[in-house]
Nanobody, 117 residues
Framework: QVQLVESGGGLVQAGGSLRLSCAVA?????????MGWYRQAPGKQRELVAT???????NYADSVKGRFTISGDNAKNTVYLQMNSLKPEDTAVYYC??????????WGQGTQVTVSS
């Protein structure tokens, strides 16, 4: 069982920045196949935001490329999502995801990000 604890959400004005953190309470990020961030806005399906593999390869949704950066700190067992130039359409609940080497998915409880115009 992998436990993920997210933090860092909040209310910010358009153009502002936030950094989300996802601490892996059990297990280590270096042992995961992949870590990622997803988001779900009201009335919409959950969508991928960014992922990072154990080798450091990253992938981003087109809507956040150039604005968001995903990174991992193996020593702190934490994955981050730096979000810059935030837009009102970035408003959503953001979920941390871990995918083990056995392709099992685990999710955090979610953290709310609200961007005001």
């Amino acid at each position: 069982q992998v436990q993920l604890v997210e933090s860092g959400g909040g209310l910010v004005q358009a153009g502002g920045s936030l950094r989300l953190s996802c601490a892996v309470a059990s297990g280590s990020i270096s042992s995961m196949n992949r870590m990622g961030w997803y988001r779900q806005a009201p009335g919409k399906q959950r969508e991928l935001v960014a992922t990072i593999t154990s080798s450091g390869a990253t992938n981003y949704a087109d809507s956040v490329k150039g604005r968001f950066t995903i990174s991992g700190d193996n020593a702190k067992n934490t994955v981050y999502l730096q979000m810059n130039s935030l837009k009102p359409e970035d408003t959503a609940v953001y979920y941390c995801n871990s995918r083990t080497k056995y392709l099992a998915d685990y999710w955090g409880q979610g953290t709310q990000v609200t961007v005001s115009s």
